[in-house]
């Protein structure tokens, strides 16, 4: 199994594997690796959904994602597609998964199924390296505080999806979301601390509106998508990324109009978040 940096502070490929068959001191190893640099990407992998299921639970617990349509034989997987006459795609902008849930999905194992002839590569930013990157002022700043994260103003049935075009594909729409979390974490495996908001479902500091919350939040959002703690990851056929939520924010582009895009996602469940 070889490891290669995708970029300075984000992301690694890893070759020599196939993950269908990783097991042992092979999944620490990986493990290990995308704890530290946020997504590993595996290429020319075959991966049936049974055994996308397989490999997903040596990891621990599965979270079935609420939103999304499901695989209709494996309801463990969602599918995070849009179609060729559609305009929106999912995870269009800068985000975290499931930081609105009380305990946040560890990350997701993203499996390419369907692509676009070009386009659609999805951007990865590294939060270790964002939290280190701040001034030592800004990082005092921070210390001890909280913010409210929710996804209501996304998903529910009036939210930002709903009045796009692919709204109807969505369920759980009558659902409430929301939770608090530290605005610094450390990863409960190295220890590092990551800067923990985002900009598509932080909504505000706690004890601050969100007027007041918003010219510090978008300090910190600024300094998360700086282009040095960036990675890219172009999808091709038999392409795999696994992500760790608590490590990085990720961004869909949506530059392949007038073509599909349907990407198999299994969401492993994570553990309470700790500053």
């Not at 999944?27 to 996308?52: N, S």
């Not at 030592?136 to 049935?157: M, N, P, S």
């Not at 056929?237 to 349907?262: C, F, K, L, S």
Request: glycine letters at 8%.
């Amino acid at each position: 199994m070889k490891l290669t940096p995708m970029a300075p502070e984000c992301g690694v490929e890893i070759s020599g594997i196939q993950i269908a068959d990783a097991a042992g001191g092979d999944m620490d190893a990986i493990k290990k690796a995308i704890y530290t640099h946020g997504v590993a990407v595996f290429r020319d992998q075959e991966l049936t959904p049974d055994q996308h299921i397989a490999f997903a639970k040596r990891w621990g617990g599965i979270d079935v994602n609420q939103y999304f349509p499901l695989e209709e034989e494996h309801p463990e997987i969602a599918v995070v597609r849009k179609s060729a006459h559609q305009e929106t795609n999912i995870g269009g902008a800068w985000h975290t998964d499931h930081s609105y849930d009380q305990i946040p999905a560890m990350g997701s194992i993203l499996v390419a199924r369907v692509l676009p002839p070009s386009g659609g590569d999805t951007l990865y930013a590294h939060m270790g390296a964002a939290y280190d990157s701040l001034s030592t002022e800004l990082k005092q700043d921070i210390e001890g505080l909280e913010a409210f994260h929710t996804a209501d103003h996304v998903y529910k049935a009036d939210g930002l999806y709903a009045q796009s075009d692919m709204g109807s594909e969505l369920r759980g729409q009558d659902q409430k979301t929301g939770a608090v979390h530290p605005i610094v974490i450390r990863h409960p495996h190295t220890g590092r601390k990551l800067l923990y908001v985002n900009s598509a479902f932080t909504i505000n500091i706690v004890g601050k509106t969100r007027e007041e919350s918003l010219p510090l939040l978008n300090r910190l959002y600024d300094t998360a998508v700086s282009e040095d703690n960036q990675a890219r990851v172009q999808w091709k056929p038999g392409t795999i990324a696994i992500w760790d939520n608590r490590v990085t924010w990720h961004n869909a582009m949506n530059d392949y109009q007038g073509h599909a895009r349907e990407m198999h996602r299994i969401t492993l469940s994570g553990e309470a978040l700790a500053a």
